[in-house]
């Protein structure tokens, strides 16, 4: 058996898509073995350097070594590039006694990869999206153990595990939150409920849809929280803060369980930590998958859709006449949107966060028996 204090490296940076899931494990981790000794590895330039401190954990940087897309210098130089990010990597475990790897992805995650093989470290991989990135891909090929936020996903050896994430989304009862979290918004208690997000940075297209439609929306009696992303508050003729009748914009939310709480339905995008989350707290959704990358978030959202827990419309076919003709009945319809909420719970998963902690402590147990 390992000996205490269990030592855990977690690899990951840059977006919060990768941060979220990795500081729940890494609660979660510490909630099974108080004592473990936690070790966060990112870069200097990712959000981590933030939210990663103010969760507690020690930070660890190492260089940045994005894969470049095309013939250019850069290319040239990545081996070096990847050399040194694995000599770093490979300090850092050192220094730590690593007994095991998580990694979630992302540039920070291979160079790790890489130097725990060399050191036969068990690595264990988590996954986020339905398709798998490259950092990922190449981590699951030699890893002790794989996890999957999504049925779908294709890496070998993979464990449908769901999404890590906060404890105050996974426990969240929206029927017995609904009345205190519109109270917190400023939203009235017995309106059907639309909430409208882009993410921490905005969805321009979405915006500019909603905003279009809110004349109809009010006239069918239907309240719209609309978050509409840091500085990109919708603006009227004026360019001043735009209001409206049965109409309420922030430019974000401290805590999205108070946003899903407040719905009867959420618009959109389909990134991955989003799908994830209104499954495991059963909320009805209309999801507008960006129109550009490598058609991740399609993905992301097929097995919700097909399950009947969310509606799926391009960005290109979200319009105000969609909304007129899609969104607005189905506000209208309480038996529907308790329909695709039962479906959407279904597919649930609550405690993806304990299930890796479990898994890494398996692994590195594994490694000393």
Request: net charge neutral; glycine share 10%; proline share 6%.
């Given at each position: 058996?390992?000996?205490?204090?269990?030592?855990?490296?977690?690899?990951?940076?840059?977006?919060?898509?990768?941060?979220?899931?990795?500081?729940?494990?890494?609660?979660?981790?510490r909630?099974?073995?108080?004592?473990?000794?936690?070790?966060?590895?990112?870069?200097s330039?990712?959000?981590?350097?933030?939210?990663?401190?103010?969760?507690?954990?020690?930070?660890?940087?190492?260089?940045?070594?994005?894969?470049?897309r095309?013939?250019?210098?850069?290319?040239?130089?990545?081996?070096?590039?990847?050399?040194?990010?694995?000599?770093?990597?490979?300090?850092?475990?050192?220094?730590?006694?690593?007994?095991?790897?998580?990694?979630?992805?992302?540039?920070?995650?291979?160079?790790?990869?890489?130097?725990?093989?060399?050191?036969?470290?068990?690595?264990?991989?988590?996954?986020?999206?339905?398709?798998?990135?490259?950092?990922?891909?190449?981590?699951?090929?030699?890893?002790?153990?794989?996890?999957?936020?999504?049925?779908?996903?294709?890496?070998?050896?993979?464990?449908?595990?769901?999404?890590?994430?906060?404890?105050?989304?996974?426990?969240?009862?929206?029927?017995?939150?609904?009345?205190?979290?519109?109270?917190?918004?400023?939203?009235e208690?017995?309106?059907?409920?639309?909430?409208?997000?882009?993410?921490?940075?905005?969805?321009?297209?979405?915006?500019?849809?909603?905003?279009?439609?809110?004349?109809?929306?009010?006239?069918?009696?239907?309240?719209?929280?609309?978050?509409?992303?840091?500085?990109?508050?919708?603006?009227?003729?004026?360019?001043k803060?735009?209001?409206?009748?049965?109409?309420?914009?922030?430019?974000?939310?401290?805590?999205?369980?108070?946003?899903?709480?407040?719905?009867d339905?959420l618009?959109?995008?389909?990134?991955?930590?989003?799908?994830?989350?209104?499954?495991?707290?059963?909320?009805?959704?209309?999801?507008?998958?960006?129109?550009?990358?490598?058609?991740?978030?399609?993905?992301?959202?097929?097995?919700?859709?097909?399950?009947?827990?969310?509606?799926?419309?391009?960005?290109?076919?979200?319009?105000?006449?969609?909304?007129?003709?899609?969104?607005?009945?189905?506000?209208?319809?309480?038996?529907?949107?308790?329909?695709?909420?039962?479906?959407?719970?279904?597919?649930?998963?609550r405690?993806?966060?304990?299930?890796?902690?479990?898994?890494?402590?398996?692994?590195?147990?594994?490694?000393?028996?």
């Open positions: 058996m390992t000996q205490s204090p269990l030592s855990v490296v977690l690899a990951g940076g840059g977006t919060a898509g990768h941060i979220s899931p990795l500081l729940a494990i890494a609660n979660a981790v909630q099974l073995r108080p004592d473990a000794r936690i070790k966060v590895v990112g870069t330039a990712g959000m981590e350097t933030r939210l990663v401190p103010a969760a507690g954990y020690e930070l660890a940087v190492i260089d940045r070594v994005p894969m470049p095309r013939p250019s210098g850069d290319l040239a130089r990545l081996p070096a590039r990847l050399a040194r990010a694995v000599r770093q990597a490979g300090e850092i475990l050192d220094a730590a006694a690593a007994d095991v790897v998580l990694g979630v992805g992302g540039y920070v995650s291979t160079p790790v990869y890489l130097a725990a093989r060399k050191r036969r470290i068990p690595v264990v991989v988590h996954e986020a999206n339905a398709r798998p990135g490259l950092a990922n891909r190449v981590g699951a090929k030699n890893a002790a153990v794989v996890g999957v936020a999504f049925e779908e996903t294709k890496l070998a050896g993979a464990r449908w595990v769901g999404m890590p994430m906060r404890r105050e989304i996974s426990g969240l009862d929206r029927e017995a939150a609904r009345h205190d979290a519109r109270a917190a918004l400023g939203l208690q017995d309106l059907p409920t639309l909430v409208v997000t882009g993410g921490s940075s905005g969805a321009a297209s979405i915006n500019a849809a909603v905003t279009a439609a809110l004349p109809e929306l009010a006239a069918a009696g239907i309240q719209t929280l609309h978050v509409t992303g840091r500085g990109k508050a919708a603006a009227d003729a004026e360019g803060a735009l209001t409206a009748p049965l109409y309420r914009q922030v430019e974000y939310v401290d805590g999205m369980e108070l946003a899903y709480a407040a719905a339905l618009l959109a995008r389909s990134g991955a930590g989003t799908v994830s989350e209104i499954s495991a707290v059963g909320l009805p959704a209309v999801l507008v998958p960006l129109p550009h990358g490598n058609g991740e978030q399609a993905l992301n959202a097929a097995g919700l859709v097909d399950a009947g827990g969310a509606l799926l419309v391009r960005d290109s076919q979200f319009t105000p006449e969609w909304i007129r003709e899609n969104i607005i009945p189905l506000l209208k319809d309480p038996q529907a949107l308790k329909t695709m909420a039962e479906a959407s719970a279904a597919r649930g998963i405690d993806a966060d304990t299930r890796m902690a479990e898994l890494i402590v398996e692994a590195a147990e594994r490694k000393d028996s």
